[in-house]
């Protein structure tokens, strides 16, 4: 994981996610899953250009169950933006950068 992700699980979710005042995207990702290895570097590389305008977390569905099912994850990879504790968008695949980038970009410039 890059130094400018975070490692996010059931005892962590609320004060990263659910209180944070910037917009935070939560990639949803299994250790067994290789579209979410595919998706990883992407992930990376928006934690470290988007490090001062919002956070990027990733959350592995095997250890964090209880989130994953409250957000109803039936596919993984799963991206939710979280915007002041609601979920704005969804996607679900591996998305390219431009599109992630563009959905962070929708919230950070209005």
């Known amino acids: 994981m890059s130094e400018f992700t975070i490692d996010v699980n059931e005892e962590n979710f609320d004060s990263v996610v659910m209180k944070s005042d ?8 299994a250790e067994w899953c290789g579209p979410c290895k595919m998706l990883t570097p992407t992930i990376e590389a928006l934690a470290e250009e988007y490090k001062d305008t919002s956070s990027i977390v990733k959350i592995n569905v095997d250890d964090s169950p209880a989130i994953a099912t409250k957000y109803g994850i039936r596919s993984i990879p799963s991206i939710l933006l979280f915007n002041k504790g609601d979920v704005v ?22």
């Not at 910037?22 to 990702?29: H, S, T």
């Not at 968008?89 to 209005?110: C, F, N, P, T, Y």
Request: aromatic share 6%.
């Open 22 to 29: 910037k917009p935070v995207l939560v990639d949803f990702w």
């Open 89 to 110: 968008e969804q996607r679900v695949g591996a998305v390219s950068k431009d599109e992630l980038a563009g959905m962070l970009d929708k919230i950070i410039k209005g």
